[in-house]
């Protein structure tokens, strides 16, 4: 399969409404915000989310989430083991750097498109003898920020039940606390790039599998914190260029769209260089 023939830019718009979009363990969980108030959610969240969706979607993923592994293994070098043709399994190492990073990305679709590192010891052994392969994808992500700073809503979390089993009394003990953005538009914008999709392979038919999650990206990534239909892509904006160097920079095209706090955008059009317009899921 050829690699990617052309350069990409893309845009995701989605809104927020009474939801935890991607909470920050260092700040009790909040909903993460710059000093400004604006609201964030990082671009590793938004690849654990294209992921899950294309793991949906049947393609074979590397670093899968706990809660959706197919494989049953414990961990990333167990996963990487199992899959002896990759080298990293028993008799491994002795394939070349570049050989085990080609197998890898045939293997697995997000390690083509994302890149990965694999960094892995021989042995149980302190200072056993290991590899370390870096793969650099060529889809990259930007962090998605709220048009808008956010009004964020904090609430304060009890249980009362029986929890010392028969003959124990009833208490109501605070748990914490949730919090949630009460409604926000989101955007973020992302790119692939040719020039690095020829050293993973990541191909055409691999971008138009990218075009086609995305439009429903929160789809099966209900939580208490984001309960069904509290997220959701409101549009997806992608740039086909016609040449793998393209006839404009990622940022000039990512600051050719305008998004209001409403949803509503504007697009300043290229003549040379039209964007396809999807509705979210």
């Given amino acids: ?163 010392e089993g028969e003959g124990g009394s009833k208490t109501a003990d605070t748990m914490g606390m949730k919090h949630r953005v009460d409604e926000a538009i989101y955007v973020t914008y992302g790119a692939i790039t040719p020039q690095l999709a020829e050293k993973t392979g990541f191909s055409d038919d691999d971008a138009k599998a990218i075009k086609a999650v995305l439009p429903k990206l929160f789809e099966g990534d209900e939580s208490s914190a984001r309960p069904a239909g509290s997220m959701a892509v409101k549009k997806v904006i992608w740039w086909e260029h016609n040449s793998k160097a393209g006839q404009y920079s990622s940022a000039k095209v990512h600051n050719s769209l305008k998004v209001n706090a409403d949803g509503s955008y504007e697009i300043t059009k290229f003549s040379d260089l039209q964007p396809d317009e999807i509705d979210g899921f």
């Avoid at 149980?124 to 290991?130: M, P, S, W």
């Avoid at 048009?147 to 304060?156: A, L």
């Fill in 1 to 163: 399969m050829s690699a990617l023939s052309h350069k990409i830019d893309f845009a995701i718009i989605f809104s927020v409404k009474n939801a935890n979009p991607n909470g920050d363990p260092l700040n009790g969980n909040r909903p993460r915000t710059d000093y400004d108030g604006i609201g964030e959610v990082t671009d590793v969240c938004l690849k654990r989310k294209i992921r899950d969706r294309l793991q949906s979607d049947n393609y074979a993923i590397f670093v899968q989430s706990d809660e959706k592994k197919t494989d049953g293994m414990p961990s990333l070098k167990e996963r990487a083991i199992a899959e002896s043709p990759i080298g990293l399994g028993e008799g491994a190492f002795k394939k070349s750097r570049d050989e085990t990073a080609k197998l890898a990305c045939e293997k697995w679709f997000d390690v083509r498109a994302f890149g990965q590192v694999f960094a892995f010891k021989k042995g149980k052994e302190k200072d056993a003898e290991g590899i370390s392969i870096a793969v650099r994808g060529p889809v990259t992500i930007q962090p998605a920020f709220s048009v808008e700073p956010v009004n964020i809503t904090s609430t304060q979390i009890t249980k009362s039940v029986n929890s």
